[in-house]
């Protein structure tokens, strides 16, 4: 085949190495035609198409035994909840264990790095950093807000409802273990910081911002993973519960306009009355939405709330 044979289909869609050009009938020359783009030594990509982060970053390691594939790259990877630039980031990073390759190229974003026993894994033939260490990882590109939604998400588990049971990706046992054991890495106190502010059970990056926002007012104790149950022998799981208020704060998203949901939703709200509770539903515009409540610019969610607490426990003030 010459330089002018199309690549396969197989070559189209993602990062390739040279045995998969060998593998697909073609040459090596067929490397060097204006379609193909060297990504690193050994690893090629349709010029026209930006290859996904995880598949190249996939490619880069499957031809690097020192490579590791971390941080940002790694989380993704995971599906951690992440800010919506790094949910974009085309570029990929990737640390190597033999002290070379420190540079940035096109996709790539290479460092160095030594890691402990049990800080890496093996996860499809290639090398990437625990959960946990890539929390550690995270707090060098991420603000304190967006590490606690991270970790919130790594750590997120349940005992009640269609999710009990389901491991999380990792502990906050382990998370406190790790940042330990780095006492004076990048990063570190807000590694420290974020760890106290972490909950289990939170489902959605927004039900996390929501609890922050409202902890930063003086609302605390709030609980999460709670189970209602109903006298018609249903149960109620809250985004958020206050004990006192008897109050249910349910975020609800975008799905929550489909017929079948606002169906279940409706169900959800009578069920919350029949246990003796009220339940609070708060809708994104609530969150993205800032008032000026008691002398304090909030969003708006924060004044729902507040105000369906003091309504429901007859007093004001924390």
């Not at 990706?169 to 590694?191: N, P, Y």
């Not at 003086?218 to 149960?235: F, K, M, N, Q, S």
Request: charged share 30%; hydrophobic share 40%.
């Amino acid at each position: 085949m010459n330089a002018s044979t199309p690549l396969p289909e197989p070559l189209l869609h993602a990062p390739f190495t040279v045995r998969d050009v060998e593998k697909a009938g073609l040459t090596r020359s067929r490397l060097r035609s204006r379609d193909v783009v060297g990504v690193r030594p050994g690893v090629y990509a349709p010029a026209d198409r930006m290859p996904h982060p995880v598949g190249l970053a996939q490619a880069v390691a499957r031809t690097d035994p020192h490579a590791v594939i971390c941080s940002v790259t790694a989380a993704r990877w995971m599906g951690v909840r992440l800010p919506q630039r790094f949910q974009t980031e085309e570029a990929v990073r990737i640390a190597r264990t033999d002290g070379r390759d420190r540079s940035r190229r096109r996709w790539i974003i290479a460092s160095t790095a030594s890691y402990r026993p049990g800080e890496v894994l093996m996860r499809d033939g290639v090398r990437v950093t625990t959960p946990a260490r890539t929390f550690l990882d995270l707090a060098r590109v991420l603000s304190e807000e967006e590490l606690i939604i991270a970790g919130d998400g790594l750590i997120c588990a349940h005992r009640h409802g269609p999710l009990a049971g389901r491991p999380p990706l990792c502990t906050l046992d382990q998370l406190r273990e790790i940042v330990h054991a780095h006492s004076g890495c990048r990063g570190i106190r807000r590694c420290r910081t974020a760890l106290e502010r972490l909950r289990v059970g939170s489902d959605s990056a927004p039900e996390t911002v929501l609890r922050l926002r409202l902890e930063e007012f003086g609302i605390i104790g709030l609980l999460l993973d709670v189970r209602l149950e109903c006298p018609d022998g249903g149960t109620v799981l809250p985004d958020l519960w206050h004990e006192e208020a008897r109050l249910s704060t349910q975020y609800d998203g975008v799905h929550h306009s489909d017929p079948a949901q606002i169906s279940r939703d409706v169900e959800r709200n009578r069920r919350t009355r029949a246990a003796g509770a009220e339940e609070l539903r708060i809708m994104h515009r609530d969150m993205t939405t800032e008032v000026v409540f008691r002398g304090q610019r909030v969003i708006r969610a924060v004044q729902l709330v507040v105000e369906a607490i003091e309504t429901r426990t007859g007093r004001r003030g924390w």
